[in-house]
Nanobody
Framework: QVQLVESGGGLVQTGGSLTLSCAAS????????MAWFRQAPGKEREFVAA????????YHADSVKGRFTISRDNTKNTVTLQMNSLKPEDTAVYYC?????????????????WGQGTQVTVSS
């Protein structure tokens, strides 16, 4: 049984920082691409960032490029999203997702496992 457990969300002021973590278990973590998505109330789930199995290849959405950084530690089975210079429009539930392959995707449909989500709220 694959499990993804996110942590690190919370309330922060505009310009602040948060670090989200996702702990994975249940299959060989280093064989799979990983990603972060987010969903704000009344909006569709949105791609944020993704990383390949090795961590050498990453991709960030334009809306977060230069502010957010995705990384992974295959020895600890974790993927991290470092979020800096946060804006009110970053407010959403953030989800960790695991790819069925070593690659990542920018759409949500290919991902076969999801975490329960962690709330990030940025106050103005």
């Amino acid at each position: 049984q694959v499990q993804l457990v996110e942590s690190g969300g919370g309330l922060v002021q505009t310009g602040g920082s948060l670090t989200l973590s996702c702990a994975a278990s249940g299959r060989t973590f280093s064989n799979h691409g990983m990603a972060w998505f987010r969903q704000a109330p009344g909006k569709e789930r949105e791609f944020v960032a993704a990383i390949s199995w090795s961590g050498q290849d990453t991709y960030h959405a334009d809306s977060v490029k230069g502010r957010f950084t995705i990384s992974r530690d295959n020895t600890k089975n974790t993927v991290t999203l470092q979020m800096n210079s946060l804006k009110p429009e970053d407010t959403a539930v953030y989800y960790c997702a695991s790819s069925p392959s070593s690659h990542y995707y920018t759409g949500p449909d290919p991902y076969d496992y999801w975490g329960q989500g962690t709330q990030v709220t940025v106050s103005s």
